[in-house]
Structures are given as structure tokens and as C-alpha cells.
């Protein structure tokens, strides 16, 4: 079965740092995604993870460890703009003619206040 | 400008009623998607397409239907056979089968059940 576990809702100050956690249980992996959601808006395309380690991209960094089923966002130098949703998701087990379906957890809303 | 295009972005319809939703896009992606989203629910998969003419059930296809005639649309129909139709529906696409890339979503559309 597929199982991804974020928190629901987070709330932290203009211009610090908040960690957005994700811990996931799949049968199959083969990358994790971060993606941000406005209310009422398509997701878009954040970070992408398949191996261990750090990926920074300006503000934002996502980390994966494999071993221990995890993932963090970290949103640097927070923003007004950054309150939104952040949906974890995972590509799972090759399904045959270049499928790999994606899992997505809840989504959890970050509500940055001044 | 290439993307995924979705229409309307609010549609409302009577119970009983079937209900087309169409997604275009000029991407030239070979993978396209239809997903539908809750309150507090992560993003559920209805149909997949990876090629034209060929199309996969996802989690939760009961009482909707697709067809993939194009490449560069992926219908969906709400059939009255949806129990709870009310929801935000997003239609992706990813790149060819053998480019393991990101999915790129549409801007979606908001279906209400009067």
C-alpha cells in the first residue's frame, strides 16, 4: 500500500525558516516531489528527490533519506507569498509502458504571518 | 506560451446530469492525468493516458470516463454515476515515456452538484 504522512497545517514568521516534514511508506519508490499549491490554483513543481541528500534551489532545499522513509522541505528567508500548501508526493513502482504513478500526501498549509 | 490548459474553471450541474471537462495541451507530452482534490485530501488519481488511444484506470475511477482520440486532449466525463461529484478536478502531463520528468499541472476546474 501507499501511506504519506504530513502535518496538516503550520504556521511561522516572515523571514524565518520553517521545516515542512513528510514521512512516507510505499510500495515502490523511484523519487519523491515537493510541489506548492495556492488556494484555488494548480500545483506547481517544487523540488524533485530520488537520491540521499540535499537539493537547494534558492530559498527552498528538500532533503531525502531513503533508509528512513523522510523527507523535509525548507523554506529560507520566508515570505508573505509563501503561504500556501505543500504537497509531498512519490513515484512509485514502474507500472509498465513508462508509467510511474504518483502518491500524493494531504498537503500541508503554511501560513506565514508578519 | 506552451501549457495545460482546463475549461471552464467553474462549472455547476444538475444531479443527474453528465458533465464534460476538457484539458488541452500544446506541451507535446506523451503522459497525460486527471486528478481530483477534497478539502483536506491529498490529490487522488481518476484516469491516466500515457499514449494516444490508451488509457488506465486510476484509484478512483468509478463513475467517470475518458478518452484520448489526441494527443493533446485528455476529456474527462463526471457521469451521474459519481456519487460525490462535487470537487476540484486538475488535469497533468508529463514528458515521454522514457523521461521520468515532473508532472505539470492545468489550473483546474471547480464542479459543484446542485
Known amino acids: 500500500g501507499q501511506n504519506i504522512d504530513q502535518p496538516t497545517e503550520m504556521t511561522a514568521t516572515e523571514g524565518a525558516i520553517v521545516q515542512i516534514n513528510c514521512t512516507y511508506q510505499?510500495?515502490?519508490?523511484?523519487?519523491l516531489f515537493w510541489y506548492q499549491q495556492h488556494a484555488g490554483e494548480a500545483p506547481t513543481f517544487l523540488s524533485y528527490?530520488?537520491?540521499?541528500g540535499l537539493e537547494e534551489k534558492g530559498r527552498f532545499s528538500s532533503f531525502l533519506s531513503r533508509s528512513k522513509g523522510y523527507s523535509y522541505l525548507l523554506l529560507k528567508e520566508l515570505q508573505m507569498k509563501d503561504s500556501a500548501s505543500y504537497l509531498c508526493a512519490v513515484r512509485g513502482t514502474y507500472s509498465g509502458a513508462g508509467s510511474y504513478q504518483l502518491t500524493f500526501g494531504k498537503g500541508t498549509k503554511l501560513s506565514v504571518i508578519p | 506560451d506552451g501549457g495545460i490548459t482546463q475549461s471552464p474553471k467553474y462549472l455547476f450541474r444538475k444531479e443527474g446530469q453528465n458533465v464534460t471537462l476538457s484539458c488541452e495541451q500544446n506541451l507535446n507530452h506523451d503522459a497525460m492525468y486527471w486528478y481530483r482534490q477534497d478539502p483536506g485530501q491529498g490529490l487522488r488519481l481518476i484516469y491516466y493516458?500515457?499514449?494516444?488511444?490508451?488509457?488506465q484506470k486510476g484509484d478512483i475511477a468509478e463513475g467517470y470516463s475518458v478518452s484520448r482520440e489526441k494527443k493533446e486532449s485528455f476529456p474527462l466525463t463526471v457521469t451521474s454515476a459519481q456519487k460525490n461529484p462535487t470537487a476540484f478536478y486538475l488535469c497533468a502531463s508529463r514528458p515521454g515515456q522514457k523521461r521520468q520528468g515532473e508532472q505539470f499541472f492545468g489550473p483546474g476546474t471547480r464542479l459543484t452538484v446542485l
Open positions: 493516458s500515457q499514449i494516444v488511444n490508451d488509457f
Open positions: 510505499t510500495s515502490g519508490f523511484n523519487g
Open positions: 528527490n530520488v537520491l540521499d
